[in-house]
T-cell receptor, first 112, second 110 residues
Framework: DQQVKQNSPSLSVQEGRISILNCDYT??????FLWYKKYPAEGPTFLIS?????DKNEDGRFTVFLNKSAKHLSLHIVPSQPGDSAVYFC???????????FGQGTRLTINP | DVKVTQSSRYLVKRTGEKVFLECVQD?????MFWYRQDPGLGLRLIYF???????EKGDIPEGYSVSREKKERFSLILESASTNQTSMYLC?????????FGPGTRLTVL
């Protein structure tokens, strides 16, 4: 039972354009969401998060949008840069729980 | 800065061997986790620990055990390695929700 789904295994975007990565979840009890970025042969690193009391959180080139009614979140990267090429994982949690539930990941490739 | 270190970056073992993967964190975090990452499956939780000597099963604990004798150290044990345990193993620690990951151990079981 995949509670967090990233339905696009890969995405290719031109440098300078917007990258949009999507994530869907099924459990309405989730109330905190995170995005992680992972380079090959390295561990994932935290990128940005959002609480369910918000619908948008911004940090520099990265913005996460949360649509609770649709159980959908997205990560926008503007403008995309070659260093953004990596695998991106979304993750979800409940308040008070320490566990994260991860999606399958989306491999983002930024083309020059 | 939180630092999570794992004992090996690459490991090759034979079927049936006992394998120990070690993880150490230096930020006094209560929570520690072991995941495996496989293509198309994302990160799957094997075991986690909320405190010293405490352990909880994750989603895929079969074939694995863990040990947490000290707060900073969390070990993953493969009692008898099998080829389907070839994977990338990631350790993480956390104080609250955000988890900090080590660099991973690429384990190959022949």
């Amino acid at each position: 039972d995949q509670q967090v789904k990233q339905n696009s295994p890969s995405l290719s975007v031109q440098e300078g354009r917007i990258s949009i990565l999507n994530c869907d979840y099924t459990n309405s009890m989730f109330d905190y969401f995170l995005w992680y970025k992972k380079y090959p042969a390295e561990g994932p690193t935290f990128l940005i998060s959002i609480s369910s009391i918000k619908d948008k959180n911004e940090d520099g080139r990265f913005t996460v949008f949360l649509n609770k009614s649709a159980k959908h979140l997205s990560l926008h990267i503007v403008p995309s840069q070659p260093g953004d090429s990596a695998v991106y994982f979304c993750a979800a949690s409940f308040q008070g729980a320490q566990k994260l539930v991860f999606g399958q990941g989306t491999r983002l490739t930024i083309n020059p | 800065d939180v630092k999570v270190t794992q004992s090996s970056r690459y490991l090759v073992k034979r079927t049936g061997e006992k394998v120990f993967l070690e993880c150490v964190q230096d930020m006094d975090h209560e929570n520690m986790f072991w995941y495996r990452q496989d293509p198309g499956l994302g990160l799957r939780l094997i075991y986690f620990s909320y405190d010293v000597k405490m352990k909880e099963k994750g989603d895929i604990p079969e074939g694995y055990s863990v040990s947490r004798e000290k707060k900073e150290r969390f070990s993953l044990i493969l009692e008898s390695a099998s080829t389907n345990q070839t994977s990338m193993y990631l350790c993480a620690s956390s104080l609250w929700i955000e988890q900090f990951f080590g660099p991973g151990t690429r384990l190959t079981v022949l």
